[in-house]
């Protein structure tokens, strides 16, 4: 079964990881990681997203973030497929470094952004990679070290996330001590799980619910009350493809087969012509994929510009599912 498109518009909060394939290591060393730093500031900079918290572990990443000039899709294609390119070069490696697509959960901010911040920057010291709170507040790979001022970082947005502690002078001693007061929570499953859990905000108020007869409305890809839930799914996608069509990012599906097609080395005329090549293939499910999870267009779209059936594209965009559209050095 496809899996289902990601959700994105504008000021949402979004709750993004990504893992090394395999569970292999992304960060080999410091090099590696200030080249993640130095793109995530890029982005800023040019005003394509925002961020509030942010790790860096040995396998895998979080950011806590929103999107805003540039949807999400388009800046974690710009940082992953760059860095995924000076990492192999710098290793001297070839293939995928990150495992399938990352993953970005939409978020009900008032309810979980303390929440997440804390989860994504108490993670250093779960995995034991730094001994207490102290070295967490020196370490330079996670946002933490910014909030309580140990290291200046212009590109990330400090003073939003303190403005949830007062907003004052007593701002970092209020984070830090509510940093302090989530270690012994351990890993939280409902901030990174999927379903209902992660929708209603754990096991406990699933049961509650449940014992007063309640049926919540619940999306993998969201985290909040069932009311969240109900508004995004209902409004949010359309308003994405409202936005992309106003605003003139969307490339038409001509443009795009043109790049996979460059991409997968053929032309356009066999790309329509029904081959079943194994590269003209693979260029059909990139194509089927991206635009119809990452550019909004309709399965029937796509379809009647391939010269194919609507059920195919379904079939097109499962098989892309398996290809790591995040590795391609597309510009969309």
Not at 276 to 291: F, H, P, Q, T
Request: with cysteine; charged share 25%.
């Amino acid at each position: 079964m496809p899996r289902l498109g990601r959700l994105d518009a504008p000021g949402v909060l979004h709750h993004v990881m990504g893992r090394g394939i395999e569970k292999r290591k992304i960060f080999l060393g410091d090099e590696d990681r200030n080249d993640f730093i130095d793109r995530l500031s890029a982005l800023v900079q040019k005003g394509a997203i925002e961020i509030y918290a942010w790790v860096l572990m040995p396998n895998h990443f979080h950011i806590l973030c929103k999107s805003k000039n540039l949807p999400l899709a388009s800046s974690m294609r710009k940082l992953l497929t760059g860095y995924v390119v000076n990492y192999n070069k710098r290793h001297r490696r070839y293939g995928h470094l990150f495992q399938n697509r990352y993953k970005s959960i939409v978020c009900q901010e008032d309810a979980y952004l303390k929440e997440l911040v804390r989860y994504i920057h108490l993670n250093l010291l779960r995995a034991g990679l730094v001994n207490d709170l102290k070295e967490l507040d020196r370490n330079p790979w996670s946002g933490h070290s910014a909030l309580v001022g140990k290291i200046k970082r212009e590109w990330q947005n400090t003073e939003y996330v303190l403005s949830y502690f007062g907003g004052t002078r007593n701002a970092k001693k209020n984070y830090s001590q509510y940093i302090n007061e989530g270690i012994d929570q351990g890993r939280r499953a409902e901030l990174v799980g999927g379903g209902l859990i992660r929708s209603m905000g754990g096991w406990s108020a699933v049961l509650a619910s449940r014992r007063r007869g309640g049926r919540e409305i619940a999306d993998q890809r969201i985290l909040g009350d069932g009311d969240f839930v109900k508004t995004v799914i209902s409004g949010l996608d359309d308003l994405v493809k409202k936005n992309l069509r106003l605003s003139g990012q969307r490339i038409d599906i001509k443009a795009l087969a043109e790049k996979i097609s460059e991409r997968y080395n053929i032309s356009i005329g066999e790309l329509l012509s029904g081959s079943r090549r194994r590269e003209v293939v693979k260029a059909r499910c990139a194509i089927s994929l991206i635009g119809v999870r990452e550019l909004g267009y309709s399965g029937a779209d796509v379809a009647r510009y391939l010269g194919v059936t609507n059920s195919c594209v379904t079939r097109l965009i499962s098989a892309g599912g398996k290809q790591d559209i995040n590795d391609m050095d597309l510009e969309l």
